[in-house]
């Protein structure tokens, strides 16, 4: 279940949604065995685009930032979760060590570490914060946007434990992607590490995450009777490209051309008018880095420079040789004129919350997380505030059940693709071993 | 953890809730494990008296009513733990029966009952009403407080399954404490009946409850090296009164003294100024009913006629035979004036919510569960709204937190007094087979 959001859309309810709320027992009943069977991520966010025809994931995020850009009134939620999460992982832990990204020139970043540590805090948790920066001498007092100050500490390893000084962790919580590559300082330590570090984006890969979804979202959409398509964005991948060298162009054609037939001939079965496109980015990696809207095959041929230069790094100076082709989902909604997208936050299995993600200067065809971004957190449904209008007639329905349903799909999907990363790693370091 | 809530005290920090504060993270990790034991309650709440020097339960209702005084802010932390509890006691269930007090013209409890059915909902589940009104003769509309609707339907069985017509749910949710006895109706069905049917009134006694609480909070308070008695109302029984035909004023008489002397002995160890006084109260039941506030030995011989007719029946006409006799705790606090307590509710492990009973004409050493009380929601701490406060020097101790804490010692003491009525009835029913 999802707490009742607003949602910028006022409309009467799309096809898709009225088939989701009709049928809420039956969705949660099985959203229940599934969580039986996989092991639900620590937290995650997924970033959705809705055009009223469709409803789809377009990233799932194992490592989110941006829980300051949650409503402050959901913190209940998140401690509730967060708790439910950390007597899931390890009962007996009561010692965090919670690894933040690098960038301690992002003050809204901080501010994220500042709000997590707190929900650590609130589960009933010790949490002191282990950096990975390599040059950190010592404790580093930083400042959050918030004006929060944050103790960064060097990692230390002892034996197969890591630590910060005076402080022996029962599990490290990974807020930091490992675009970089997993530390040396983290392999092979006995504490728990969370998410595991095969999820980190120097193994995870977008193409497979997605397959995994396709698996869950044909399950999910045989249970509602529903076109898997309508949650589901089609895509392919290509895994041997070199923007800068201007190699594996071909395979880039040939699978744009391929994602835009796919939807094309959706689009041809739904009667749906508007036009087809995809979006291509990096299979590893995140930050809005590495992405551009595609609407022909001639898009991705004679790339220019710059477009070229765009593509070919991404966070952490690392170079793009796979990328995955996309169908693009439209938005159709708007905070205050503004296109926007919203994004879901989960601790556990529940949702805890969320934001739209607002861009003045982009198009309700292309990529929102980019520079200019802002953040619009949503509040609980206030048109109805009393216990007395509770169940009315007009009582609202809710729909932000439905991101969250989609939402949890998503998180689902990432479950299946941690076991298999984790299942991967254990059997090439058996092989490594025995070699 | 227990959400950032308002309470009515503003003055400094007690010693008892700075302890529990500086140790939270060591007080979490207890629950855990504790939990990892235990079998949580569904649900259930806690009356709370805290009079600064001590901070103690005086009532655990394992059939909440009252949701519908819980702040609507709340819904969500409702449903987050109600998803968490059906999850842990019947994962492939989707159908519930809830069973309600009989009481229809109680129209704020009717709207207690919406407020249950629509958390309910909100975790995934389809929920219809089976009413156990004797004389039902079919499904028959009631509106509530707040204007919403409740179909009671008359509870069907077939063979060893309950169910209403056409609805064959997968477990029973009890909302009626059984003052009565065990319907024969919901005897030996096959479907889980929560909480069980042990746990009724007719066989749940408050002094078994509070010697399993001895046991919970001296374990606790070893943690914190704290006297037990800081958190525990002493307490003894007696279980042969007649108040009606004056029997048992001896037994009573001698366990107030013994009561009252143990109050006597730790004020004066830690120097406590207060006249000590005993609540008496019948073992089985609940409402308010059957209470009284005893300062001496001589206020419980000779009682007026009154007294004696006030505390000879209680609910649904049930006579009162046995009585516990339990240290009274004053309430120190206040909301506009008018004596408060501070009642939480718990769904599954966590806290949901809560309200203060206020009572205008009632003392601080007085039941204020009694025709008259009125209740204040709680809401969340609002001192600090913005998420650039949080955390910052000024930010306000979380004082709710030490009641949280308490109320789920009650909780944890209920879970063992289930368990032992539920074994208890099992070996009678052996021994009844097998006799």
């Not at 969250?404 to 941690?418: D, F, I, M, T």
Request: with cysteine; charged share 25%.
């Amino acid at each position: 279940m999802v707490p009742h959001l607003t949602t910028s859309l006022t409309g009467p309810l799309h096809e898709i949604e009225r088939i989701v709320l009709d049928q809420r027992p039956e969705i949660e009943r099985w959203f229940r065995t599934q969580w039986q069977e996989q092991e639900v991520p620590f937290y995650a966010s997924v970033d959705l685009r809705n055009s009223g025809f469709k409803l789809a994931p377009v990233d799932t995020n194992l490592f989110p930032g941006g829980f300051n850009n949650l409503n402050p009134e959901f913190l209940p939620l998140c401690v509730h979760a967060a708790m439910s999460a950390v007597s899931r992982v390890c009962p007996d832990t009561r010692r965090f060590l919670l690894v933040p990204e690098n960038h301690t020139r992002n003050l809204n970043y901080l501010q994220n570490v500042a709000m997590l540590r707190r929900i650590l805090e609130g589960a009933g948790l010790t949490v002191r914060i282990g950096s990975l920066i390599p040059d950190l001498q010592g404790p580093t007092e930083v400042e959050t946007a918030g004006g929060e100050k944050l103790l960064l500490e060097p990692i230390q390893r002892r034996g197969n434990r890591v630590g910060v000084e005076g402080f022996d962790p029962c599990a490290v919580l990974l807020n930091n992607d490992l675009s970089a590559g997993v530390p040396s300082l983290l392999r092979g330590i006995e504490q728990p590490v969370i998410p595991p570090l095969a999820a980190g984006w120097s193994t995870r890969r977008k193409s497979h995450h997605f397959h995994c979804y396709d698996r869950v979202v044909e399950d999910f959409a045989k249970l509602l009777g529903l076109d898997p398509w309508f949650l589901n964005p089609a895509f392919s991948q290509c895994g041997k490209v070199n923007f800068a060298e201007k190699e594996g162009e071909e395979c880039l054609a040939a699978n744009v051309e391929f994602v835009l037939n796919e939807v094309r001939e959706k689009y041809k079965q739904y009667a749906i008018t508007e036009e087809p496109f995809c979006i291509v980015k990096a299979d590893a990696g995140t930050y809005g880095m590495g992405i551009m809207t595609v609407k022909s095959v001639d898009d991705v041929r004679n790339l220019n420079r710059k477009t070229r230069n765009k593509m070919a790094v991404i966070k952490e100076g690392q170079p793009v040789h796979e990328v995955i082709i996309q169908e693009g989902v439209h938005t159709f909604e708007s905070v205050d004129g503004a296109v926007a997208e919203p994004v879901v936050y989960m601790m556990d299995t529940f949702v805890v919350g969320g934001f739209y993600r607002v861009h003045t200067s982009r198009g309700v065809d292309e990529n929102l997380n980019s520079p200019g971004a802002s953040f619009v957190p949503l509040a609980f449904e206030t048109n109805c505030h009393t216990p007395d209008c509770l169940g009315k007639p007009g009582d609202p329905p809710n729909r932000f059940y439905t991101y969250g349903v989609v939402a949890r799909l998503a998180n689902l999907a990432a479950a299946v693709e941690v076991r298999q990363l984790v299942e991967r790693e254990s059997a090439l370091e058996v092989r490594a071993a025995n070699g």
